[in-house]
């Protein structure tokens, strides 16, 4: 893949849960579409990577969709423990970079 861009990274954290958004925009100009069902896959394959790492916290793929030359994905984490979140969020973007 060319680029991959996070447009927000948002943190929120209460007395009882923290929770963090992502939303990655992967330019996917060039890219045949079995790669990008491969990013696709990939993202679904980390629920069970975040399971073992990261057994308190919980992932989910709020949204993926292409329009044009870009994949757009949308992620939540949230877990009882901030740093958990930071750092779940923190290994979600290396391993997407590292897959593109």
């Known amino acids: 893949m060319k680029q991959i861009s ?5 943190i929120g954290t209460s007395s009882v849960i923290s929770c963090a958004k992502l939303h990655f925009n992967i330019d996917v100009s060039g890219i045949n579409k079995s790669d990008i069902d ?3 896959q990939l993202t679904n394959t980390m629920y069970g990577v975040f399971a073992k790492s990261y057994p308190e ?8 969709y292409q329009v044009g030359d870009f994949l757009t ?5 949230t877990g009882k423990d901030p740093e958990n979140v930071i750092s779940a969020s923190n290994e979600f973007k290396r391993l997407l970079n590292k897959k593109s």
Not at 58 to 64: E, F, G, L, T
Not at 73 to 77: D, F, H, P, Q
């Open 6 to 10: 996070e447009l927000s990274f948002i």
């Open 38 to 40: 491969q990013v696709n």
């Open 57 to 64: 916290t919980a992932i989910s793929i709020d949204k993926s």
């Open 73 to 77: 994905i949308k992620v939540t984490i």
